[in-house]
């Protein structure tokens, strides 16, 4: 007769994928009650840890863990490469961005040194605080990105939430404040832009997956060039720049390059590239949309608006390629 601890269980690890359950559900249900008396076990519930451990397993086995069907496969491969492509260029952006500013701020005289120098002195203990820890934490990325590669994915964890921290402040101040938080649908897609490519990241770089790696180069040189074309867009065009300008003309340069050298490999390589960098480009076009969108009725923002619909139109248009790419790699599989 089956108990309310034993239905309680296998409740639970319905969190599993049904091909793991298949496989290992009667063993776990087993190992779970062998060492509980039977007449305990109606007043009895799994553990939170063992909950937590069921869920970690779920997340596991349906991100390409061993022994996992080609669909998790490919899902946890998709994954992997999405947060390596994003971390990559948030990595980039967090280290140009202030080297950029800290160039402009002690170039221009000792005026504009000393207003750069008051965002972290004139504002009080607790925002001075949060402005250094707005310039030092986002450099997990850069942390992450080349702890990743170097197969340290606890290291790169780490990385990548203490990156992300920041992005959170502007909602904080929001609760804690009764000033209305300023275009919020942006400053909740960035948001988004860190924290999906982080949680993707903690996920799917599990004890069971393959190590990271780069389609192509090093990563030294590929991160090099990241910051190169990110610099590039932010010095050559300020009248359109804005937080995601450099990224996304980053993206659009790599996603180009790789669907260019892709036509011309002979092995298949890690599958899902392509899909990943369409799910990139789609997160991407909405954070753009959000940026452009307060601006589209404001006089005199006739430039920034027109790079950013010619950008956001490129976008889109490459991340559908992406995608049909991505769909005909996996139909070729």
Known sequence: MTTLLETRYRTVLRLLPA???????????????????????????????????I???AVRSRLGAAGAPRPYVVLGSVTRLFALAAVLL?????????????????????????????????HGVLAGTVAVAQWVLPLG?????????????????LGVLAAALPSLWPLLRSVTDATPLPE??????????????????????????????LPAGTPGLVFMATCVVTGASLVLLPAVSDLVWGPVNCFVVGALGLLLWSVRRTDRGVPGGALALAV???????????????????????AYIAGGLAQAGALALLTAVLAVAGRRELAAR
Do not use: I, K, N
Request: net charge positive; proline share 6%.
């Open 19 to 53: 091909y793991y359950r298949r496989e290992r559900e009667e063993e776990m249900v087993e190992t779970y009650l062998e060492d509980l008396d039977r007449d305990t076990q109606d007043q009895s519930r799994p553990t939170l840890g063992e909950v937590v451990s």
């Open 55 to 57: 869920a970690a397993l």
């Open 90 to 122: 948030l990595a980039a952006s967090a280290v140009v961005a202030p080297v950029l500013r800290l160039t402009w701020s002690f170039t221009r005289g000792g005026a504009q040194r000393r207003l750069f120098l008051s965002e972290f002195t004139d």
């Open 141 to 157: 990325w850069a942390v992450a990105y080349f702890a990743l590669l170097r197969d340290r994915p606890r290291l790169a964890r």
């Open 184 to 213: 919020p649908a942006f400053v909740t897609m960035l948001a988004l832009l860190a924290w999906l490519p982080a949680l993707a990241l903690c996920t799917a770089h599990h004890r069971d997956a393959p190590p990271a790696r």
């Open 280 to 302: 990139l480009g789609l997160l991407l076009l909405a954070v753009r949309v959000a940026a452009l969108y307060p601006w589209l009725r404001v006089p005199g923002a006739a």
